[in-house]
């Protein structure tokens, strides 16, 4: 039988500044992740210096919380062990695991590196148990599924692997959806180098599901035209929206949830804490058995996209 875990599940804040890593600790976090320049399909939005990054790590320690660190790159050949040692030179920090979501780049820092924890990102676009059993036997330690799967879908999934069982609970839920955006494929803006690598710093960002290039310039959150020899054919906006799940917290807790995820590196402190506090509160509210109410984090306008 698959070991189901007891504890209650981690509260996983984002972190794209070290204000914003400080308000996240302060807003009752159990965990932080962030990224280090050049690591992110984000491209330059929300990503740390090295220096930064020993920070975050021993303001985090203070707290006696842990930091987690998303590699979201897709390494061509001759960068591949550069940033396979920079990983293991990022570990040595006391950094508690790393997100990837290029599965080469997973299965070789599991080799290299077989005490570090390993999440498959939400860009590798997992979905079901049949998913999970793949990324676990490719050496990940948790993968991450996006809010749109229910807890009867993960209490599914719940039966069928032993790995840590993540869920982004709070997202915004892209145009087609989160981790299977085809866009960043056709529009690869500003790949912004891998620090002291080899090659010609144009590397690939992006997902496996992404088609495994292209920078994340969100330009589906961008108004569109369509027009044909003068004549406009239509115009708006592609649809997304913040999708908040916290009214759910107790039954993806019944369901085993291992870790609840909140996206938003690119927020501001302030914004990082009202997020974090909202799913804090919740999570406490849930564990106590009370009811969770549903009213969402308020967050700028423009990330959460109301009206769309």
């Not at 919380?65 to 006391?94: D, H, M, S, Y």
């Not at 879908?153 to 790995?163: F, I, P, S």
Request: glycine share 10%; charged share 20%; with cysteine.
């Amino acid at each position: 039988m698959p070991m189901v875990t007891l504890s209650p599940p981690i509260l996983l804040a984002p972190a794209g500044s070290p204000e914003a890593a400080a308000a996240a600790l302060a807003a009752g976090a159990d965990a932080i992740y962030v990224g280090l320049k050049g690591w992110s399909r984000g491209g330059g939005r929300g990503e740390l210096t090295a220096e930064e990054l020993r920070g975050v790590l021993a303001e985090a320690a203070r707290h006696r919380r842990t930091v987690q660190v998303a590699c979201n790159t897709i390494p061509k050949p001759a960068e591949r062990a550069f940033l396979i040692e920079r990983v293991a030179e990022v570990a040595a920090w006391g950094v508690a695991g790393v997100i990837v979501n290029d599965l080469g780049l997973l299965s070789a820092i599991r080799r290299r590196l077989p005490a570090l924890p390993v999440t498959a990102s939400i860009g590798c676009g997992a979905l079901s148990w049949a998913d999970a059993a793949f990324y676990e036997a490719a050496g990940a330690t948790c993968v991450v599924f996006p809010a749109v799967l229910g807890p009867e879908e993960v209490a599914v999934v719940r039966r069928h692997t032993r790995l840590q069982i993540e869920v982004m609970i709070h997202m915004v839920e892209e145009f087609i959806l989160l981790g299977r955006c085809l866009m960043p494929s056709y529009l690869r803006l500003q790949p912004r180098p891998l620090p002291d690598a080899p090659g010609d710093g144009q590397r690939l960002l992006g997902s496996v599901k992404r088609g495994g290039a292209g920078v994340c310039s969100r330009v589906c959150q961008q108004p569109w035209r369509l027009e044909k020899e003068g004549e406009v054919w239509g115009d708006g906006i592609f649809p997304s929206r913040q999708f908040s799940r916290v009214a759910d917290l107790p039954a993806y807790l019944a369901a085993g949830v291992d870790v609840l995820k909140l996206q938003g590196r690119s927020l501001p402190a302030e914004a990082v804490y009202a997020l974090t506090r909202r799913y804090r509160e919740g999570l406490d509210a849930a564990l106590r058995g009370d009811p969770v109410a549903a009213a969402p984090a308020p967050l700028p306008a423009h990330w959460t996209a109301v009206g769309r």
